[in-house]
């Protein structure tokens, strides 16, 4: 069973900066689509960065720009260096990992690292 484990949330002021990672195990030899999603209290979970099996990177429109999403190496799965942070960026961030062909395909989520956003 793969293990996706988040870290790097905190609590910043508006205009601050954070760096998310995402570490995972048991992974295996399968090509994964990887992605940042968020939620708040009472909002559905939300995309906020992907990055497909090929390294192509997308974004939701809210990042205009302020976050980037990367792979550094087999240990640290995801990153997510967030700039210019909003108080609107405020949530519960989570990695998740979708497994892909010629695999069984699968989806995996971490538990979330906290991201809090004060004006």
């Known amino acids: 069973q793969v293990e996706l484990v988040e870290s790097g949330g905190g609590s910043v002021q508006a205009g601050g900066s954070l760096k998310l990672s995402c570490g995972a195990s048991r992974l295996g030899g399968c090509p994964y689509d990887l992605n940042w999603y968020r939620q708040v209290p009472g909002r559905e979970r939300e995309f906020v960065a992907g990055?497909?099996?090929?390294?192509?990177?997308t974004y939701a429109a809210f990042v205009k720009g302020r976050f980037t999403i990367s792979q550094p190496n087999a240990k640290k799965l995801l990153e997510l260096q967030m700039n210019n942070l909003e108080p609107t960026d405020t949530g519960m961030y989570f990695c998740?990992?979708?497994?892909?062909?010629?695999?069984?395909?699968?989806?995996?989520w971490g538990r979330g690292t906290q991201v809090s956003v004060s004006s």
């Open positions: 990055i497909d099996q090929d390294g192509n990177p």
């Open positions: 998740n990992a979708l497994k892909k062909s010629p695999c069984t395909s699968a989806l995996y």
